[in-house]
RNA sequence: GCGCCCGUAGCUCAGGUGGAUAGAGCAACAGCCUUCUAAGCUGUGGGUCGCUGGUUCGAGUCCAGCCGGGCGCGCCA
């Protein structure tokens, strides 16, 4: 509808004289008074054309040739806008097309043909996975989602490190804990992990060996570690239905010599120099507050360092678009990474950060505490376990990644209409109970998608499919910014639209045109609904 | 001190490129079930959009400066 708008439009500006570059875009007015579309287009226009927005909207329509029955009213209103209203007959066939095109209705092409490498959660094997970072793994799944229903080839990425401090001190931790748990007393150093998880690594040792491995070297206890923890964030991560294609082994930037050459290149191009026996980045040359060391004078890399080649590494693998998720503790390390790819002569445009804030959880107005050092962890495996996948899904896509997250546990974990989750869970069950009590009374509910859609005339139907109908917008803009709350927000309305038809418009046992004409409306929210969800990675019950 | 994010209704938050009387959910108050799920619907009240200037015909939105909160600012990641 926009583009066939924008066409006429540009050829009555057209004619008017205005510029050829003018911008002639619709939006959805807030208020519904104000019709089904509207542009500031003449108002804008109000200065190069030296006249009065309202005259230049009047000129506007006077060249309007809208002739295809689609637009019912085009008004003038407020200090120039230009208010379309759609027909009935335009409403009735998208909703055609709608339910046309089934399951596959909300996919576009906005993304299509293009390669993209989305990179996100990239915990480290040093513990499990804790409440807090259910939000970037939740917004990333979300996203990836997104990206695909826009028509991209996604690559999902997992960046990690087993080497280094970390997990050296993973190794003495897991070390300290087998001991103790041999009995011997022995302190788990100052700087030691001190979740419960490691204590669990140690006894399932104890349990596998004895104390046979009371000599074995650290890095026994390092690989033992890292391999239990890597098993229990991959579980966590099953539980939420979360995939990645390629694990990306930090090690292997290493081994294939990247470290090296762009060590090399850097010295070459006079982007580091040595002092106080370590190598220093460059940075304040590159547009950065102050250079970095890159090498530590023990020769061993920052994590700067790797962070730069892994990106080098993705830039190289030839996708259109690359998108790295971190949680704002990470922030300053990316205008770092970012601004020596540049001084090395890359496009950092394709590259695309999303930066998500911290979240705290609450119950009952408290502050839930935690910290990953901690043993009184919170885990996303306990948050699961407290409010359940969906709930922890929709809580973490609720709100937009830049705004600090509230997540109140005991809200999620109630079943009620305080509950957002439900509420659209509970449109999706409804519709899945009238189609069963309409099979129940007999009727072929296969059949209804062919029923005649023009005796639908009552407001709330008409309301109901024009919801329907933005689903496809609502998806690419939010590909588009990379931000799933808006598809929480829609689905809220979807529900709500729904909910608001059922409570006016009787369906099953009203006259029998009608009511296959409405059984297929119903069905189309079901499919935007439970499309909706998908995308987010919520379900979307028949029954609740 | 510096960088990034945030500051909108009692609470939690939305507010595509600047536009019409600033929105939603929850909470509060008042209603609606002999028929398809009341986990629902309808209505009411509730705001100096942190503050001060600036740009503009027009600013919650853009710019500057303050104030308040979060996260960073390491030869940790």
């Known amino acids: ?38 542009t500031n287009v003449a108002m804008a226009l109000a200065r190069p054309l030296k006249k009065s927005p309202r005259q230049i909207a009047q000129d506007i329509i006077g060249h309007l040739e809208l002739d295809n029955g689609y637009v019912r009213l085009v008004e003038i209103a407020g200090p120039g ?20 095109e089934g399951a596959t209705f909300g996919r576009t092409a906005t993304n299509e043909g293009k390669a993209i490498n989305l990179e996100w959660v990239s915990a480290n094997p040093t513990g499990r996975l804790h409440a807090g970072h259910g939000r970037q793994v ?29 997990m050296a001190n993973l190794a003495k931790s897991v070390h300290v804990r087998y001991l103790q748990e041999l009995g ?47 098993a229990s964030i991959q579980r966590t991560l099953e539980r939420l239905g979360v995939h990645h294609d390629v694990f990306f082994n930090e090690n292997s930037l290493y081994d294939s010599g990247a470290v090296e050459t762009t060590i090399r290149e850097f010295k070459e191009r006079g982007l580091a120099y040595e002092k106080d026996g370590a190598l220093w980045l460059k940075l304040s040359e590159m ?31 030839g996708y259109d678009q690359i998108i790295d998720i971190f949680g704002a503790d990470h922030i300053a390390t990316i205008a770092d990474v970012l601004a020596a790819l540049r001084a090395l002569g890359y496009d950092t445009e394709r590259i695309k950060v999303i930066i998500h804030q911290m979240v705290s959880f609450v119950s009952g107005g408290e502050l839930i505490m935690f910290s990953k050092r901690s043993g009184g962890a919170y885990t996303l495996d306990e948050l699961i376990d407290d409010v359940g996948v969906d709930a922890v899904k929709y809580f973490f896509n609720m709100r937009s990644a830049g705004s600090h997250l509230e997540f109140d546990v005991e809200l999620a974990k109630e079943q009620s209409e305080k509950n957002p989750v439900y509420y659209v869970q509970y449109a999706h069950a409804r519709i899945a109970s009238i189609l069963r009590f309409a099979e129940q009374q007999g009727l072929d509910t296969s059949q209804v998608e062919q029923a005649d859609l023009t005796v639908l005339d009552h407001a709330e139907e008409h309301a109901l499919i024009k919801v329907l109908l933005r689903f496809p917008t609502v998806l690419s803009r ?37 009511q296959s004409a ?8 079901k499919r935007v609904l439970a499309s909706g969800c998908t995308v987010l990675g919520v379900t979307a019950p028949e029954s609740m």
């Open 287 to 317: 547009g950065e507050k102050e250079d970095r060391v890159i090498v530590k004078s023990t020769g061993e890399p920052t994590y700067r360092l790797p962070d730069i080649c892994y990106h080098r590494n993705k830039l190289g693998r």
């Open 184 to 230: 011997d007393e022995i302190e788990l150093p100052e700087d030691g992990y001190r979740g419960v998880e490691i204590v669990d690594i140690a006894k399932q040792m104890v349990a596998e060996f004895g104390d046979g491995k009371r000599a074995a070297p650290l890095s026994f206890f390092q690989s033992f570690g890292e391999q239990a923890n890597f």
């Open 478 to 514: 939010s590909a588009a910014s990379l931000a799933p709350h808006h598809v929480c927000e829609y689905l809220r309305e979807v529900a709500q639209q729904f909910h608001k038809f059922y409570h006016d418009c009787r369906i099953v046992g009203s006259a029998p045109e009608i």
């Open 138 to 166: 939740c917004l990333g799944q979300a996203i990836a989602n997104l990206l695909e229903w826009t028509g991209g080839k996604l690559t999902r990425e997992y960046y990690f490190n087993n080497a280094g401090n970390q």
């Open 1 to 38: 509808m926009e583009a066939y708008l924008e066409r006429h439009f540009r050829s009555a500006l057209g004619r008017l004289g205005a510029p050829e570059d003018t911008r002639v875009e619709f939006e959805i007015p807030q208020n519904s008074e104000h019709g089904d579309l509207s």
């Open 518 to 525: 409405r059984l297929a409306l119903t069905l189309a929210a």
């Open 81 to 100: 806008f230009i208010n379309i209203t759609f027909s009935k007959t335009y409403l009735i066939d998208q909703l055609r097309v709608v339910l046309d």
